[in-house]
């Protein structure tokens, strides 16, 4: 009990945040009920996303590299498309390393869990609070995008066209409500939030979806140089 209790400290598990995470679970859900709707509908057995949701779990890369697979690319290309969308994540681990625990194990599995979500919630708190959001939004996200896979491929062509119940704005808008504390508090965040905005909305027309997500990770230099000065 008290090896659990170390590795999942309930510190921090207020209210709020599982109000947060609830409401990001509920979005997460109905978009894994569209990939995996998706991923059947165009011709891919049940279990190819449900598997992919399992080991990979990871959104973005997941649809790109279905879409691949739907275009008639063969699965090393689907896998490369997914390997460079989820670069970011390195980014991603180093910021909350900290706040996942100690233990091989431990580490292993919270590396599985980072997500952009899980990120935006460990940061926008302090002290032991962090790793209670990481982990409880970590594994309720997990769960419930599972869930939502299997749901939506077992319901396969049922769905219809999923792109019209404009799912896709679903997880943007939940990121900007996660990450508006971060902004307000520190002006080298800020500096940093704009630059890699910029960068990211510069280079939209010109490169492949997902790729201006990872350019825009240039504003981590603005905030290095903040942090120095």
Same mark, same amino acid.
């Given at each position: 009990m008290r090896s659990v209790q170390r590795t999942f400290p309930w510190a921090g598990l207020d209210p709020g945040l599982l109000r947060d995470v609830a409401l990001v679970c509920l979005a997460g859900g109905v978009v894994g009920v569209s990939f995996g709707a998706i991923a059947v509908a165009g011709g891919l057995p049940v279990w190819v996303p449900v598997v992919m949701s399992l080991v990979v779990y990871a959104g973005s890369a997941q649809f790109s590299a279905v879409g691949v697979l739907l275009a008639g690319g063969g699965p090393l290309a689907a896998a490369a498309t997914g390997l460079l969308l989820n670069t970011r994540t390195a980014a991603f681990s180093l910021a909350v390393a900290g706040d996942i625990g100690?233990?091989?194990?431990?580490?292993?599995?919270?590396?599985?869990?980072?997500?952009?979500?899980?990120?935006?919630?460990?940061?926008?708190?302090?002290?032991?609070?962090?790793?209670?959001?990481?982990?409880?939004?970590?594994?309720?996200?997990?769960?419930?995008?599972?869930?939502?896979?299997?749901?939506?491929?077992?319901?396969?062509?049922?769905?219809?066209?999923?792109? /019209?119940?404009? *799912?896709?704005? @679903?997880?943007? !808008?939940?990121? #900007?409500?996660? &990450?508006? +504390? %971060?902004?307000?508090?520190?002006?080298?965040?800020? /500096?940093?939030? *704009?630059?890699? @905005?910029?960068? !990211?909305?510069? #280079?939209?027309? &010109?490169? +492949? %979806?997902?790729?201006?997500?990872?350019?825009?990770?240039?504003?981590?230099?603005l905030h290095g140089r903040g942090r120095a000065a």
């Open positions: 100690r233990g091989r194990l431990t580490r292993l599995l919270g590396a599985h869990l980072v997500t952009d979500e899980t990120v935006a919630f460990t940061l926008a708190r302090s002290g032991p609070a962090r790793r209670t959001a990481f982990w409880v939004s970590g594994l309720a996200l997990f769960a419930v995008w599972n869930t939502g896979v299997l749901a939506g491929a077992l319901a396969g062509d049922a769905l219809g066209d999923t792109a /019209r119940y404009g *799912l896709d704005a @679903a997880f943007p !808008a939940v990121l #900007v409500a996660l &990450v508006l +504390p %971060a902004l307000r508090g520190d002006r080298a965040v800020r /500096r940093s939030a *704009l630059l890699g @905005a910029a960068v !990211a909305l510069a #280079v939209t027309p &010109v490169v +492949p %979806a997902g790729v201006p997500v990872l350019l825009a990770l240039a504003g981590l230099v």
